[in-house]
C-alpha cells in the first residue's frame, strides 16, 4: 500500500517535476511549452499537499482540497493564456516569446 | 459743511472711462473712443472746479487757514490695528490746485489729440492709456496716505511708459520708454525705502499725521542716526530721490530729453505739465516735515534744483530738436519750483517760496502745456521736429503764432503775462533766503529768455519758404486747446495765489517788490533781444560765435555728455564688474550644478536600463536565482 512507500520518494519525484518545470519555463522559447512547464510546476506542488496531507494528517482533508482549488484555477489559467496565445499567433504569425517586445521599456 | 464725497469720482471717471476704451476701443470708431474719452475728461473737470470753487470760496476756513478735509477714505490693507494703509481722497489747497491743474490740461489735450492722432493706427489705445495716466496722476494728487502717493508715482511712471511707447515700432521709442521706466523707477526704489523708514519710526502712513504741525511721531527718529545724520534726514532724503525721478532732477534728468519720442499731446500733459511735477507735488506735501525735521535736506533740494535749472538752461540754448529745447526748459522751470520750496520758509511772509513754487507749478502747466501743443501744431505741419527745418510760419499758421508767441513771453518772464508773476515770487523767496541761489536764478531767467526767442525767432522768422508742401494751419480741434491755454497763460499770474494756497493754509499778501522785478525784466529783455538780433534772420554770427567756444560749445550740444556718462557707468562699470560676473556664477555655478545632477540621473539611467528588458524569462530567471541563493544562505547560515 501506499504507506509501505517512504516519503522521501514522492518528495524527490516533486523536487524533481518542480526544478524542470523550472528550467522549462527559463530556457523554452514557446509560450506552449512555457505553459506546460508552469503546470509541471503546479503539480509537483499538488503532489506535495497531497502526500503532506497523507502522512501528516491521515484523518484530514485540507490538503485535497487545496490540491482541487489548484487544479480548478491552473485550468481557468490555461483556457486564459491559450485564448492569448491564439490572439498573438494572429498578431505575430508566431507564439514566440523573444518576439513578443510591444511593452518593452 | 459741504459734502465733498462726491470728489472720488473725480478720480474713478477717468479709470471707467480707461476699462471702457482698453476693453472696447478697438471695436468703436476712432472719433468715438476720442469723444468718449474727451467727454468723461470734461465731467471730471468740472467736478474738479466745483471742489475748487466749494474749497476755497464756499468752505469756511478756520482760524482763518484753509484746512484739510479727508473726503473719502477707505481701508485697504491693515498691518496692525495702528498701522495701516487707505485709500481716499484728501483735499487741501495744494491738492485742489493740482485737481484743476490737470483736469485743465488733460482736457485740453484730450481735445488737441483727437485732431493730432487723427489716422493714427493706435488711436483707441492713446485715449486709453491717457485715461489711464490721468487716473493715476489724479489718484496721486489726492492721496491720504504716503502709499498711496507711491502706488500712483508707480501708476504714472507705468503710463509715462505706455505713451513714451506709444510708436512702438520705432527703436529710439523704445528705448526711450524704457529709459524713461528704468531711471523713474530707480528713484521709487528710493522712495520706498524712505516710506518705509520714516513710516518704520513714526507708526503711520497717514498724510494727516505725518504732515502735522505735531512734530511728536518724529521724536523716536531724532536718537536713530547713520552715517552722521538722523535717521529722519535719511528717510526725507530717499522720499526727495523719489520726487527727482519723476520731476527729473539732476542727476535722474536723463530720461525726459527722451521721453520726448512720444506724441506731442503727452509730452504736454505728461513731460511738461503733469507727471513732471508729481516730485515737487511730493515735496510740497511732505514740506512742513522737510522745513521743521530736516532742513539740511531742504537745503539740499534748493541746491539741486538751482543747479538743475541752470545746466538745463544752458543745455537748451544749443539743441535744434524743438521738443528737446522745451524739454530742457521744462526741467529748468522745474528747478525753479523745487529751489523755490528749497528756499521756503514756514507761515505767513515766510512761507512765499512756497506759494511762489505751487503758483509757478500752476502757471507753468498753462504756458508749458501751450508751448507743447503748439509744438505740437508745428510739428504736425511740417513733420519735423528740427529746428533748422522751419521758419518763416508766421505766414503760415497765425494762430499758432500768436498763442506760441504769448507763451514764450509768459516763461520769459515778461509782464503781464503769467509767468513774470510766479517767477518773480520766487526770485523774491531766493533773494530773502540764498544770494548765490538768487543770481543763478536771474541767470537762468536771462537764459530762459534767450533760448525760448531763439526757438522762436527760428521756427517764425526768417526766410524759408522752401517746404515740400506749403505748411498750413491745423484745424480747430488743435487750435481752439491752443486759445483757451493761451488765455490761461495770459490771465492765470491774476490769480491772488497767496490768499489760496500758502505753506500753512493761512492767506497773506504777497507783494510785488520792484526790486526783484525790474533786473530780472531787463535780463529778460535783453535775452529776448539778443536772441531777436541773433535769429530773426538768417546770419552767420551764430555759428560764429559756436566755432569760437569750441569744445564748450560741443559738450553743451551733446548735454554734458551725461547720457554717456551713464551709459559708461552702466554697461563699462556696472554691467562688467558686477553683472557679468554673477551671471558667470549664475551660468556656471548654480545651472552647472543642476545640470550636473540631472546629467548624472541620465547617464545612470541609460547604464541601467538593460535591467528592465521586459524579458520576462530573465526576470524569472533573477528572481529563481535569488531565491536559491537565499535558500542556500539560510540553509548555511542556520543549520
Redesign the interface.
Given at each position: 500500500m501506499i504507506q509501505d512507500i517512504p516519503i522521501q520518494y514522492f518528495l524527490i519525484v516533486s523536487t524533481i517535476m518542480f526544478f524542470v518545470g523550472?528550467c522549462g519555463?527559463?530556457?523554452r522559447h514557446n509560450l506552449i511549452t512555457i505553459l506546460m512547464s508552469i503546470e509541471l510546476i503546479l503539480n509537483s506542488v499538488n503532489i506535495n499537499f497531497l502526500v503532506f496531507n497523507k502522512y501528516l494528517f491521515p484523518n484530514q482533508l485540507q490538503g485535497n482540497f487545496f490540491v482541487l482549488i489548484v487544479v480548478a484555477i491552473a485550468a481557468a489559467e490555461a483556457s486564459i493564456a491559450i485564448a492569448l496565445f491564439i490572439n498573438m499567433y494572429r498578431m505575430y504569425n508566431n507564439i514566440d516569446?523573444?518576439n513578443i517586445?510591444e511593452?518593452?521599456? | 459743511m459741504i459734502d465733498y464725497t462726491y470728489t472720488i469720482w473725480i478720480v474713478l471717471i477717468p479709470l471707467i472711462m480707461f476699462v471702457i476704451l482698453g476693453l472696447f476701443g478697438s471695436k468703436m470708431k476712432p472719433n468715438l473712443a476720442g469723444i468718449l474719452g474727451s467727454a468723461g475728461l470734461f465731467t471730471t473737470t468740472i467736478l474738479s472746479y466745483l471742489t475748487a470753487y466749494f474749497y476755497f470760496f464756499k468752505a469756511e476756513p478756520i482760524n482763518g487757514a484753509f484746512t484739510s478735509i479727508t473726503a473719502y477714505n477707505v481701508e485697504w490693507l491693515k498691518f496692525s490695528d495702528s498701522l495701516s494703509i487707505h485709500l481716499g481722497v484728501l483735499l487741501d489747497p495744494i491738492s485742489v490746485m493740482m485737481l484743476v491743474v490737470i483736469t485743465t490740461i488733460s482736457l485740453m489735450v484730450h481735445i488737441y489729440s483727437i485732431g493730432y492722432m487723427k489716422g493714427d493706427s493706435g488711436f483707441q489705445r492713446f485715449f486709453a492709456f491717457l485715461s489711464l495716466f490721468t487716473f493715476s496722476m489724479l489718484g496721486l494728487v489726492v492721496s491720504t496716505d504716503i502709499i498711496q502717493m507711491y502706488i500712483g508715482f508707480e501708476m504714472v511712471g507705468l503710463s509715462s511708459y505706455l505713451l513714451i511707447g506709444h510708436y512702438y515700432e520705432k527703436p529710439s521709442a523704445v528705448a526711450a520708454s524704457n529709459k524713461a521706466f528704468i531711471v523713474t523707477r530707480f528713484a521709487d526704489f528710493g522712495f520706498l525705502i524712505g516710506i518705509l523708514l520714516v513710516s518704520f519710526y513714526t507708526g503711520t502712513f497717514d498724510f494727516n499725521v505725518l504732515t502735522n504741525n505735531d512734530a511728536s511721531v518724529y521724536t523716536s527718529m531724532g536718537h536713530a542716526s547713520f552715517l552722521g545724520m538722523s535717521a529722519l534726514t535719511w528717510g526725507m532724503f530717499l522720499i526727495f530721490i523719489g520726487g527727482a525721478g519723476k520731476s527729473a532732477m539732476f542727476p535722474l534728468h536723463i530720461w525726459l530729453p527722451d521721453a520726448m519720442e512720444g506724441p506731442t499731446p503727452v509730452s504736454a500733459l505728461i513731460h511738461a505739465a503733469t507727471m513732471v511735477v508729481a516730485g515737487v507735488y511730493l515735496v510740497a506735501r511732505m514740506f512742513i516735515v522737510y522745513h521743521f525735521q530736516a532742513p539740511g535736506t531742504l537745503e539740499f533740494i534748493a541746491y539741486v534744483g538751482a543747479f538743475t535749472s541752470l545746466f538745463a538752461a544752458i543745455i537748451a540754448i544749443t539743441q535744434y530738436d524743438i521738443k528737446r529745447i522745451l524739454a530742457f526748459s521744462t526741467l529748468s522751470q522745474i528747478g525753479y519750483m523745487m529751489l523755490a520750496l528749497g528756499v521756503s520758509g514756514y507761515g505767513g511772509e515766510g512761507g512765499v517760496g512756497y506759494m511762489a513754487s505751487m503758483f509757478h507749478l500752476f502757471t507753468h502747466a498753462m504756458f508749458k502745456g501751450l508751448l507743447f501743443l503748439g509744438a505740437g501744431s508745428i510739428i504736425h505741419a511740417i513733420h519735423s521736429n528740427d529746428l533748422r527745418d522751419m521758419g518763416n510760419l508766421r505766414k503760415y499758421m497765425p494762430i499758432t503764432f500768436i498763442t506760441f508767441a504769448i507763451a514764450v513771453l509768459s516763461i520769459s518772464g515778461i509782464p503781464p503775462f503769467s509767468g513774470f508773476w510766479s517767477k518773480d515770487e520766487i526770485l523774491a523767496a531766493a533773494f530773502e533766503h540764498n544770494k548765490l541761489i538768487y543770481f543763478s536764478s536771474v541767470l537762468v531767467a536771462g537764459l530762459t529768455a534767450f533760448y525760448m526767442s531763439r526757438l522762436f525767432f527760428t521756427v517764425f522768422y526768417g526766410k524759408k519758404t522752401d517746404y515740400k508742401h506749403e505748411p498750413h494751419e491745423s484745424s480747430l480741434l488743435m487750435t481752439i486747446p491752443l486759445m483757451i491755454l493761451a488765455f490761461a497763460a495770459t490771465f492765470a499770474g491774476f490769480i491772488p495765489f497767496s490768499s489760496f494756497v500758502t505753506s500753512d493754509g493761512k492767506a497773506f499778501e504777497s507783494s510785488l517788490s520792484l526790486s526783484i522785478a525790474i533786473p530780472s525784466v531787463i535780463i529778460a529783455l535783453s535775452g529776448i533781444v539778443l536772441a531777436f538780433l541773433l535769429y530773426h534772420k538768417k546770419s552767420d554770427v551764430p555759428d560764429k560765435i559756436t566755432v569760437s567756444l569750441g569744445f564748450l560749445y560741443r559738450a553743451t550740444l551733446n548735454k554734458f555728455y551725461f547720457d554717456e556718462i551713464y551709459l559708461f557707468v552702466t554697461r563699462k562699470i556696472i554691467f562688467n564688474l558686477i553683472s557679468r560676473p554673477i551671471a558667470w556664477f549664475d551660468k556656471h555655478i548654480i545651472d552647472g550644478s543642476m545640470d550636473g545632477i540631472a546629467w548624472i540621473i541620465e547617464t545612470t539611467s541609460i547604464k541601467i536600463?538593460g535591467l528592465?528588458?521586459?524579458?520576462?524569462?530573465q526576470y524569472?530567471?533573477v528572481f529563481?536565482s535569488g531565491t536559491i541563493i537565499l535558500v542556500l544562505f539560510f540553509a548555511y547560515w542556520f543549520i
Open positions: 523550472i519555463f527559463l530556457i516569446v523573444e517586445s511593452m518593452k521599456y | 536600463k528592465q528588458s521586459g524579458q520576462l524569462q524569472a530567471f529563481v
